[in-house]
């Protein structure tokens, strides 16, 4: 998982650990990247869509994935994020960066999610009752 350590964090609420109704998956419905430096920019791309056009305080996901295989931190596991209203404060959500509404992500990003999700499960961040 890559970290940006300079995200902003100002205005974002503590989430509530283990999330009690699942996680929540989507795509960015932007360009798809199958490369570090590619998807880097992706999520600055995004983090910067997110707090300039949104007036947000960060990027809206806990994670993002990318075609690379890689799994980036937005908001990650502490904070609550900002993926689906009305939900956001009992689930996590991640985004995979593309537009997957004609074809599927590749083999790399879906990996990286069920690796996201199997991890979840396994550090109790995801309840399921």
Avoid at 41 to 68: A, C, K, P
Avoid at 77 to 104: P, V
Wanted: proline share 2%; with cysteine; hydrophobic share 35%.
């Amino acid at each position: 998982m890559t970290k940006f350590a300079n995200f902003e964090k100002n205005g974002q609420l503590e989430f509530p650990l283990p999330a009690s109704h699942g996680i929540i998956g989507h795509h960015t419905a932007g360009h798809e990247c199958f490369s570090f430096e590619e998807c880097k920019s992706n999520v600055r791309g995004t983090q910067n869509y997110h707090m300039d056009s949104r007036g947000w305080s960060d990027i809206g996901y806990n994670f993002l994935i990318g075609e690379d295989g890689r799994i980036y931190e937005g908001r990650g596991f502490y904070r609550m994020g900002a993926h689906c209203s009305n939900w956001n404060g009992n689930t996590l959500g991640f985004s995979i960066m593309g537009d997957f509404q004609t074809k599927l992500p590749n083999q790399a990003a879906i990996d990286a999610a069920a690796q996201l999700i199997d991890q979840s499960l396994k550090k109790n961040f995801l309840s399921f009752v």
